[in-house]
């Protein structure tokens, strides 16, 4: 390894970057946050201490955007850890067209979400829609989707879960090709069945990647914002606003900065909170095992 | 499938129940859609700031990973630690106060807004630094006989040995930019300067009922991005692969 004075001077422009729109804004957001803050004229801006806070805590908007947030990051998060352990495994299982089936998978989750949310808002169309079509073939009732406040709320969840679902499988099957193969061959020795084998010996190996994609999607899904722009706008009758939408909707439709400036800092909060879960999760597990 | 069929029916059809799946070749949607709204504008816009972007990150990501990642001095390990938190502060979070100083330096409505504060990613200076402590420390030995700098070593030794890395870093970030949707649509107001994704936004405000000519702008906006995934689709998967490896240890 090279001694080097210049090691800093090649930081220089990437920290540079990073503290001007990244650590500077972070801490700049903390201070706006106990602020009653005047966009136009930030010298009109008068401190208020936790107002802000204590007023979002109070407010049922607030706490409404927390149950869709919630609502929303479960249903994503449990449906694609699940779907998407369960197809790494068969693909895992099936070399042939393998390869194929992989880029299948992964490609919606490079499509633009604009484009292919607005396909989506076609196939919810609840007079010629492909949702509707499909439920009326196996002869169930037909929904209003994105107009119904019931179901606005699954109908995106399902269209972020066809999104997302291939980074799913592939950290699935990268996690794969690390656990190993005698002790499977093992297990099968002993007479261990496909469904012991996958209880016993694949889950607790695959245990860190689990962590890592609950975690990840945990907090993409707390910062999803732009389906629920095209498809629901946060209706109908704010179904469908996330807190992250509220921030939104706060800092750039009502401009109210302070407030806005607190919505971020709680959802900071609750991204680092899980980073940090996830940090010592994996920390205990090494410990113990 | 669907889709591609829809931008290719007459609007009444469009409008039938249950969907009918038989095309009829209107490519007159694509010519009417197309002119609705100013695409070869957006379509420059976003490849001139996604190519940018690319380049910017590159250079960043190489220099401060390959510092990080072969040379010794105080306080490395301590940056590394914070360049890495940079990862815990989620870009909605930095919305509203980058909003305020993309203000107070006169960028709003700019490509600047768009290309240079995505400008530095973590990700990339991580892939960079992994890829660059794996190289046999006699490289850098030999160089430092050979009286190398260490920016002729940076360039002439591990560039070319790190390529792998910079192409995934490169693909990376140059679809997330060509995807991105809610910076640009808060920075930036006038066509002029938006891409591609929030001038579909736009569209779909002002055109939201012409639905066959909404497909067939979704189609045309789409299509770049899926042919460079598919031609690109094993460093994709590949960058993906060795990512999630790597974050796991």
Known sequence: MLESRWGYAYLVPALLILVAFTFGPALFVVYISFFNWNLLDPAL??????????????SARFIGSLVVSLYFTLATVAASALAGLGIALLLNRHTIGRSTARVAVFTPYVTPLVATSIIWIWIFNPQFGLANAVLSAVGLPELQWLESTTWALPAVIMYTLWHNLGFTVIIFLAGLTTISRELSDAARVDGANAWQELRWVTLPQLVPTILFVVVISSIGALQAFTQFYTMTGGGPLGATTTTSYLLYQEAFVFYHTGPAAALAVILFLITAGLTLAQLRLGRNRGATA | MWVLITSLNTPDQVLTFPPSFVPHWQWQNYVLAWEAAPWARYFLNTIFIASTTVVLVIVT???????????????????????????????????????????????????????????????GIFMVRQFVSTLPAELADAAEIDGASSLRYLWSVVVPLVRPALITIALYVGIGSWDSFVWPFIMTSSPSVQPVEVGLATFYGTNGTEWTQLSAAAVFTTLPVLVFFLVAQRQFLEGAFSTAGGLKG
């Open chain 2, 61 to 123: 990501s190489a220099l401060a990973g390959f510092a990080f990642g072969a040379l010794r001095f105080p306080g490395r390990d301590a940056l590394f630690l914070l360049v890495l938190s940079a990862l815990m502060i989620p870009p909605t979070v930095l919305l509203v106060p980058d909003y305020i100083v993309l203000k107070d330096i006169s960028w709003l409505d700019t490509y600047w807004a768009q290309i240079v504060p995505w400008g530095a990613s973590v990700f």
């Open chain 1, 45 to 58: 801006s008068h401190p208020v201490g936790l107002e802000n806070f204590t007023r979002l805590l109070g």
